[in-house]
């Protein structure tokens, strides 16, 4: 996935109410533009960190630009726009990346399905049957490791998800967990006890009852994002 146009660069003043940043370009103009992450954003910014930012001439909109990559504490870089996943996700599908899920012959996203009221990302028809697969953005890494972990705060939403799962392969169904790590320097993955225990107990259940769970990492810069290898998941670090 290219950046187009290219993304410019900033520094980060403050992240606020949100959905908020102010950031300050290299000619010293300072601007408010939209973070369209709802999450703590843990450990993935930094106040004068390097941000980068896609802008709008949009006369409707209100901010003139969009939040796209941060710099970390520890000098990494991450994809912010939490948007972004799922449409690296399908180019990757649709490109062969993800081997796990290869050969499907249709595609469907936003497919509600289970018992809670929950829609899930992508649902791919295979000869064998449906997959159905849920996808989540991890952008959370510690200093010195490599493991990323999810999520980087308290995910009622994401449980639910890991249920309706879980309940789909008790009934045979094809169900896939699939992290998209927009962070760089990561090797592994592995849920975020620490932040929420409940999560990570739902999640070696979902695996217990059948559900497959698949993380892929990105190659990231300015420039584009794209999916590029598997990464292992450890369930019990």
């Known amino acids: 996935m290219a950046f187009f146009p290219p993304l410019e660069q900033g520094r980060l003043l403050r992240r606020y109410k949100r959905f908020l940043a102010d950031i300050e370009l290299a000619n010293g103009e300072q601007l408010t533009i939209h973070c369209p992450n709802t999450g703590s954003m843990l450990n993935c910014m930094r106040e004068g960190g390097q941000v980068w930012f896609s802008r709008s001439n949009d006369p409707k909109r209100k901010l003139p630009g969009t939040w796209e990559i ?3 504490p520890q000098g990494r870089l991450a994809c912010v726009n939490t948007g972004r996943a799922n449409a690296l996700v399908e180019e990757a599908l649709r490109a062969g990346v993800i081997s796990e899920l290869a050969g499907f012959s249709a595609l469907k996203r936003e497919v509600a399905y289970g018992e809670e009221g929950s829609r899930v ?6 000869a064998s049957g449906p997959a159905y697969v849920e996808v989540k953005s991890v952008t959370l890494g510690y200093p010195d490791t ?17 249920r309706e799962l879980a309940s789909l392969a008790r009934q045979g169904i094809r169900a896939v967990q699939l992290y998209c790590v927009n962070l760089t320097g ?8 620490e932040i929420d225990a409940a999560y990570a107990s739902a999640l070696r259940a979902a695996v217990a009852d059948g559900v497959e769970v698949l993380a892929y990492g990105t190659r990231l810069d300015a420039e584009q ?10 369930l019990n670090p």
């Open 70 to 72: 941060s710099e970390t």
């Open 121 to 126: 990302d992508f649902r791919l028809e295979f």
């Open 146 to 162: 490599a493991v990323a972990a999810f999520p980087d705060a308290v995910t009622q939403r994401g449980a639910k998800h890991l």
């Open 186 to 193: 990561v090797e592994a993955v592995r849920p975020a006890e």
């Open 225 to 234: 994002i794209v999916i590029d290898r598997p990464l292992p998941v450890l």
